[in-house]
């Protein structure tokens, strides 16, 4: 019974995985969509705003002038949002799995290259890169790499093994992996080249080896078909001056990449690879990864190209098998390993919880996530075909990074963004696209014309005062959102809000007010309707076209002309939701302002109200005294119309 419950040793891991899915997954929808992840799901062709697509059409939409990187991730995550659908949850729940899987794989390698303790050592040291956890909720392929890394080196090792059991197993998996390395990240090149060195040079001679020969020849057989791609991406990279900004010095990245994968601490890391110098299987990692970062040097010396480092992020499986290979021997030789680990562990956890991540390189100050998902929430209810909005980005984050998101997350408003750089699929709107999601209200017969206004630096106070001026001349109805805790330039605002004054527009405040998102309406009012005329000279009309049906609940625009005889801070406005009997079933009311002009969102609780048709009606009450002023008609409130609701 004992050996075989030493044979389940491998469940302490369950606990390890679920604690980083943990970590993970409470962040898949925490952030919106960023400029790279936009691109992942266009190229797979994620449903339904840009699918569905075939296989060949996902391979065909990838540019070489934009995209630098194969087509397998796209590929997979092609095939996976076919079956889990294309929103950003979805995509990134793919990011979690393979990274999951790689933690899972990295302990199986480190077991099989130096026995359980360096299987837990890579895994945990691993575990606890704050980096990595953060790229389990990336729509991107920075988990898969490291994936096909792991089994590459997996496959690889347990094939060169005499007597090595189930070759052409183990033969199969390698040939898999080496493709998709090669399929999946450029970066992979300088990994597979190194490990070609250790084969020529260490690998035990014999019929295995002659094995790995041929399966790794028919692996660079497969990748023919796409090396006239790379070719014309490597091009299109030396050909752009702006990346020599980007690109990191030698020790910049190599810096970057040990601090990312130690969380800030890369003596530790240094501490234990002193002890994991010895044997075959401290050789074969310690080649990989000195073969292999030389390799990817002497390219970025050449083309210039590597800006992040998390283009790295295939060594980070070797640096944690060089971890666990260290802790291992450390054990062994009684020198107490768990205190370094324990140190690594809680540095690692600190970053974790905290968010806080080591620097990945060149910061140009530009804000990667803003609240898109809340912004297209917000104004969705009270969008009318035709509205203008206009984005104050945040200083000096460049508009070509989130013209793509506008138009994703506000699809059903039938956006057309301005401006749209050249390089961008025509900001979703041509054929290569099928935005076959279902449109709201307002995108029936006119665009949401879509503003990105920049703030870059030395822009005057009059070169911002004429955009403005321009871009409200083109609608009677403009939004403006901005982010408080990212602000535009300081001469923007005020020379929206002066041109807006010039123009005639009304503010009707904010429909959105939060720390990270304000959204604000602006309107020139229309003469004020005779028909809705109250006592005391108010005159009160609905600014929103009123939906046929509603849930949760009804959002309403207000607009509100008084007389210079109405008197100060006396009355307040109701809007009113009547039942069959005239019973009042909802309300929300507002003070009405001293302006003579005014407007006023309204969003009327529906939640408790039980389904059917249900009347709409405006009444204007003294505060005080609570009693109503009449209407032209002699009653004491004015219908709208008729709403069903549908909870």
Not at 564 to 588: C, F, I, M, R
């Amino acid at each position: 019974m004992f050996p075989s419950l030493r044979r389940l040793h491998w469940l302490w891991l369950v606990p390890v995985l679920l604690t980083l899915t943990a970590l993970a997954s409470s962040r898949l929808n925490a952030d919106p969509l960023w400029y790279d992840e936009w691109y992942s799901l266009y190229y797979a062709g994620a449903a339904p705003l840009y699918g569905p697509i075939t296989p060949a059409e996902v391979i065909a939409r990838i540019d070489p002038q934009v995209e630098f990187n194969p087509p397998g991730y796209y590929l997979l995550l092609h095939l996976w949002t076919g079956l889990a659908g294309g929103s950003a949850f979805s995509g990134r729940a793919l990011s979690l799995l393979l990274g999951i899987l790689t933690a899972a794989l990295v302990y199986r390698l480190g077991r099989d290259l130096d026995g359980r303790q360096a299987g837990w050592g890579a895994v945990l040291t691993l575990g606890a890169s704050a980096f990595f956890i953060s790229q389990l909720h990336e729509l991107r392929a920075y988990t898969l790499f490291p994936l096909w890394v792991t089994l590459t080196l997996w496959a690889y090792w347990r094939l060169i093994q005499p007597p090595g059991r189930r070759p052409v197993l183990f033969a199969a998996a390698y040939a898999l992996g080496l493709i998709a390395l090669l399929y999946t990240h450029y970066m992979a090149i300088p990994l597979v080249a190194a490990l070609a060195v250790y084969h020529l040079i260490f690998a035990p001679r014999g019929r295995r080896w002659w094995i790995v020969l041929g399966v790794s020849a028919l692996a660079g057989l497969a990748f023919l078909p796409w090396m006239a791609v790379s070719l014309q991406a490597a091009a299109s990279v030396t050909g752009d001056a702006s990346r020599d900004f980007y690109a990191q010095s030698a020790s910049s990245l190599i810096g970057n990449l040990l601090n990312q994968f130690t969380g800030g601490s890369p003596a530790l890391l240094l501490i234990v690879a002193v002890y994991a110098g010895r044997g075959r299987a401290a050789r074969l990692v310690w080649t990989l990864i000195l073969v292999g970062l030389a390799a990817v040097l002497l390219l970025n010396q050449q083309l210039r190209f590597i800006g992040i480092a998390r283009y790295l992020v295939g060594f980070w499986p070797l640096l944690a098998l060089l971890a666990g290979l260290g802790l291992a021997a450390m054990s062994r030789a009684r020198l107490r390993p768990i205190v370094i680990l324990a140190v690594w562990l809680l540095g690692g956890a600190g970053l974790i919880l905290g968010r806080t991540l080591p620097p990945d390189g060149v910061d140009p100050g530009w804000k990667v996530y803003l609240p898109w998902d809340k912004l297209a929430a917000a104004l969705e209810p009270y969008a009318t075909p035709g509205d203008a909005l206009l984005v104050l980005l945040p200083e000096p984050t460049p508009f070509w990074f989130h013209a793509p998101l506008a138009a994703h997350y506000l699809a059903a408003l039938n956006p057309r963004v301005e401006p749209t750089p050249d390089w961008l699929p025509a900001a979703l709107f041509d054929d290569r696209m099928t935005p076959a999601v279902e449109r709201g209200a307002g995108s029936e017969d006119a665009p949401l014309n879509v503003h990105l206004l920049e703030s870059l630096y030395g822009t005057t106070p009059d070169q911002f005062h004429a955009q403005a001026s321009a871009l409200l001349s083109e609608s009677s109805r403009v939004w403006t959102a901005y982010y408080p805790d990212q602000l535009p330039s300081p001469f923007l605002r005020p020379a929206l809000d002066r041109s807006a004054a010039e123009q005639g527009f009304t503010t009707c405040g904010s429909i959105l007010a939060e720390p990270a998102l304000r959204l604000d309406l602006h309107v020139k009012l229309p003469l004020p309707p005779e028909a809705n005329r109250f006592g005391d000279g108010i005159t009160l009309d609905v600014l929103t076209p009123l939906p046929a049906t509603a849930e949760d609940t009804l959002p309403l625009i207000i607009g509100s002309w008084l007389d210079e005889t109405v008197p100060p801070e006396t009355y307040s406005v109701g809007v009113h939701l009547l039942d069959s009997n005239g019973s009042l079933a909802a309300q929300s009311d507002f003070a009405l302002p001293d302006a003579p002009q005014g407007c006023h969102p309204v969003s009327l609780p529906l939640a408790s109200v039980p389904p059917g048709t249900y009347s709409l009606a405006l009444v204007v009450y003294n505060w005080q005294t609570g009693s109503r002023l009449p209407t032209a008609d002699g009653t004491d409130s004015h219908l709208i119309g008729t709403v069903e609701v549908l909870n």
